[in-house]
């Protein structure tokens, strides 16, 4: 009896050519034959070049409003509304184009490693580049599992190289993400940028989990020896891939993931890692995990020695490698693991006014978890040059999709139930602002970290910082004091007092929009100007 061969027809597709979850190196080879600007490289990865667009596009991101959900969604800028008739217009815009291609690829695989929870999604894309990047960032069926995978729960239409028609209303460019929760599918026009899509499956989560009482989390999250597991919030560019990739300890994933009545899972079969400036000496579970099977975007290489340059930013500086989890040695599989006892908040200070680490209060947490304070990193986003001081709630708006509140009230439920910690770990600039501070160099965060994990700061001495009130350790093994209080680090310390008050007077001002849904106890535990 012949194989069935797999089709599209339910999604109005109907070209011949369907490649369903191939092996890695049919990928490679397709790339290699039809996709301009993919190589393979010296260490086996393959090298691929995502467009125009090297970042996301938040501003092209639109929700689709329907019936049941309205009234949920925190609708403004981040979730910006798209009615129906003009998503059908898009998403006939897709079908159309895709129906075009000789040969379209197929990734079925799960979002979430909690079968419990698990979303079952489809990808269809038309470069082999898009469909490797999430075969790596899926979780991958097995072939029994892909034998009984039945109809998707989610389905992503990924047009990336056609073009939004600008001339439609509500189109901001020729580029437009667009989420549907009431067909359950999501269409990508004019932006081959990879992250899109699974950004937009970590948004389809966002939207789901809370819905089941399961805290959806922008985060990377490891476990030691002892089962300990710490979670680590930040955006990108603040360390959470970098910090959660701990040699001495099991990695759970690198930026998304739940937290059930059970404990944390994953969300994703991989990791994204930023590659700038990457070095084995600095990160070698990041740099060895690149390899045959891995994915680097927009990065230079020698074309003769094909060995890449990971300081070359001609391109981007937001250059990227996707690999699955299991590249890197100390990963933890299946990615689930029990209740987090330390929250790590991570942030690139650009003003130099925040320390290294400081201690938080369980006021203060949901204050700096509702505030969400870093620095968008120059590559991360389309147009964003050099950092600039943000405001990002929950520590990743641009991926919520329920208010705020819900999250950080789910946050802080679980961790007063379960007894977890509370800091705040400062990755960015000490001695002065942008253009005169220095970042905090890895070696001492490490060292930072490492006294979080092992318990080594829970019971030193501290000084209240006088303008955010957080407890700062006096001292940290192998970390300098010098470094610890940041007012000691500036040559002008009015200077120093200046620039604190400044960046209090812009968490006060980003915070009136929360009073309204904070207690008075969150509110208080902000900065003191």
């Given at each position: 009896?012949?194989?069935?061969?797999?089709?599209?027809?339910?999604?109005?597709?109907?070209?011949?050519?369907?490649?369903?979850?191939?092996?890695?190196?049919?990928?490679?080879?397709?790339?290699?034959?039809?996709?301009?600007?993919?190589?393979?490289?010296?260490?086996?990865?393959?090298?691929?070049?995502?467009?125009?667009?090297?970042?996301?596009?938040?501003?092209?991101?639109?929700?689709?409003?329907?019936?049941?959900?309205?009234?949920?969604?925190?609708?403004?800028?981040?979730?910006?509304?798209?009615?129906?008739?003009?998503?059908?217009?898009?998403?006939?815009?897709?079908?159309?184009?895709?129906?075009?291609?000789?040969?379209?690829?197929?990734?079925?695989?799960?979002?979430?490693?909690?079968?419990?929870?698990?979303?079952?999604?489809?990808?269809?894309?038309?470069?082999?580049?898009?469909?490797?990047?999430?075969?790596?960032?899926?979780?991958?069926?097995?072939?029994?599992?892909?034998?009984?995978?039945?109809?998707?729960?989610?389905?992503?239409?990924?047009?990336?190289?056609?073009?939004?028609?600008?001339?439609?209303?509500?189109?901001?460019?020729?580029?437009?993400?667009?989420?549907?929760?009431?067909?359950?599918?999501?269409?990508?026009?004019?932006?081959?940028?990879?992250?899109?899509?699974?950004?937009?499956?970590?948004?389809?989560?966002?939207?789901?989990?809370?819905?089941?009482?399961?805290?959806?989390?922008?985060?990377?999250?490891?476990?030691?020896?002892?089962?300990?597991?710490?979670?680590?919030?930040?955006?990108?560019?603040?360390?959470?891939?970098?910090?959660?990739?701990?040699?001495?300890?099991?990695?759970?994933?690198?930026?998304?993931?739940?937290?059930?009545?059970?404990?944390?899972?994953?969300?994703?079969?991989?990791?994204?890692?930023?590659?700038?400036?990457?070095?084995?000496?600095?990160?070698?579970?990041?740099?060895?995990?690149?390899?045959?099977?891995?994915?680097?975007?927009?990065?230079?290489?020698?074309?003769?020695?094909?060995?890449?340059?990971?300081?070359?930013?001609?391109?981007?500086?937001?250059?990227?490698?996707?690999?699955?989890?299991?590249?890197?040695?100390?990963?933890?599989?299946?990615?689930?693991?029990?209740?987090?006892?330390?929250?790590?908040?991570?942030?690139?200070?650009?003003?130099?006014?925040?320390?290294?680490?400081?201690?938080?209060?369980?006021?203060?947490?949901?204050?700096?978890?509702?505030?969400?304070?870093?620095?968008?990193?120059?590559?991360?986003?389309?147009?964003?040059?050099?950092?600039?001081?943000?405001?990002?709630?929950?520590?990743?708006?641009?991926?919520?999709?329920?208010p705020p509140a819900r999250y950080a009230e789910m946050l802080a439920e679980k961790m007063k139930k379960h007894g977890a910690k509370a800091w705040l770990v400062n990755t960015g600039l000490t001695g002065g602002g942008y253009g005169t501070g220095k970042r905090i160099d890895l070696k001492s965060t490490r060292a930072i970290i490492n006294a979080i994990h092992s318990g080594k700061l829970d019971d030193v001495d501290t000084v209240k910082d006088e303008v955010f009130g957080v407890q700062i350790p006096k001292s940290c093994p192998d970390v300098s004091s010098e470094i610890l209080i940041p007012k000691k680090t500036w040559d002008d310390t009015d200077a120093y007092d200046a620039q604190a008050k400044k960046l209090g007077s812009l968490f006060n001002k980003n915070f009136e929009k929360y009073k309204a849904e904070s207690s008075m106890e969150i509110i208080k535990a902000g900065p003191n100007v």
């Amino acid at each position: 009896m012949s194989k069935k061969t797999f089709d599209l027809k339910k999604h109005e597709i109907n070209v011949e050519t369907i490649i369903r979850n191939p092996a890695p190196g049919k990928f490679y080879e397709d790339a290699v034959k039809y996709d301009p600007g993919s190589v393979i490289t010296d260490n086996g990865a393959l090298v691929v070049r995502s467009g125009k667009r090297t970042g996301r596009s938040p501003a092209d991101k639109r929700v689709v409003k329907t019936d049941g959900i309205e009234e949920n969604i925190w609708w403004g800028d981040i979730n910006i509304p798209l009615d129906e008739h003009t998503y059908k217009i898009n998403h006939r815009r897709a079908v159309d184009y895709l129906n075009t291609r000789e040969r379209l690829y197929v990734v079925d695989g799960f979002a979430g490693w909690d079968p419990e929870y698990r979303l079952k999604v489809r990808i269809i894309a038309e470069r082999p580049y898009h469909g490797l990047f999430m075969h790596n960032m899926l979780i991958r069926p097995t072939q029994e599992e892909l034998a009984e995978f039945g109809e998707p729960d989610f389905v992503v239409f990924n047009a990336g190289k056609f073009p939004a028609n600008t001339f439609t209303e509500g189109m901001t460019s020729d580029a437009s993400v667009d989420v549907n929760f009431k067909t359950n599918t999501m269409v990508i026009l004019g932006t081959e940028y990879a992250g899109e899509m699974k950004k937009g499956i970590f948004t389809v989560m966002h939207y789901l989990m809370p819905k089941k009482d399961v805290l959806s989390m922008h985060c990377s999250a490891n476990e030691g020896n002892d089962d300990d597991v710490a979670l680590f919030f930040g955006l990108s560019g603040t360390g959470k891939t970098t910090l959660s990739a701990d040699s001495s300890r099991k990695l759970i994933g690198d930026d998304e993931h739940c937290w059930s009545e059970d404990g944390v899972f994953n969300i994703e079969g991989g990791c994204y890692a930023k590659a700038i400036n990457l070095t084995e000496e600095q990160e070698p579970e990041i740099y060895n995990a690149i390899k045959f099977g891995t994915v680097l975007e927009n990065v230079e290489y020698d074309p003769v020695t094909r060995k890449v340059d990971y300081t070359d930013t001609s391109i981007t500086q937001n250059t990227r490698a996707s690999y699955p989890i299991e590249y890197i040695s100390n990963a933890k599989i299946p990615c689930e693991a029990g209740h987090p006892e330390n929250i790590i908040f991570l942030t690139y200070d650009a003003f130099g006014v925040l320390p290294p680490v400081s201690k938080l209060t369980p006021e203060q947490a949901m204050y700096h978890f509702i505030s969400g304070y870093t620095a968008k990193v120059a590559g991360t986003e389309m147009g964003v040059t050099e950092p600039q001081a943000t405001f990002s709630a929950c520590f990743g708006a641009a991926f919520l999709v329920w208010p705020p509140a819900r999250y950080a009230e789910m946050l802080a439920e679980k961790m007063k139930k379960h007894g977890a910690k509370a800091w705040l770990v400062n990755t960015g600039l000490t001695g002065g602002g942008y253009g005169t501070g220095k970042r905090i160099d890895l070696k001492s965060t490490r060292a930072i970290i490492n006294a979080i994990h092992s318990g080594k700061l829970d019971d030193v001495d501290t000084v209240k910082d006088e303008v955010f009130g957080v407890q700062i350790p006096k001292s940290c093994p192998d970390v300098s004091s010098e470094i610890l209080i940041p007012k000691k680090t500036w040559d002008d310390t009015d200077a120093y007092d200046a620039q604190a008050k400044k960046l209090g007077s812009l968490f006060n001002k980003n915070f009136e929009k929360y009073k309204a849904e904070s207690s008075m106890e969150i509110i208080k535990a902000g900065p003191n100007v």
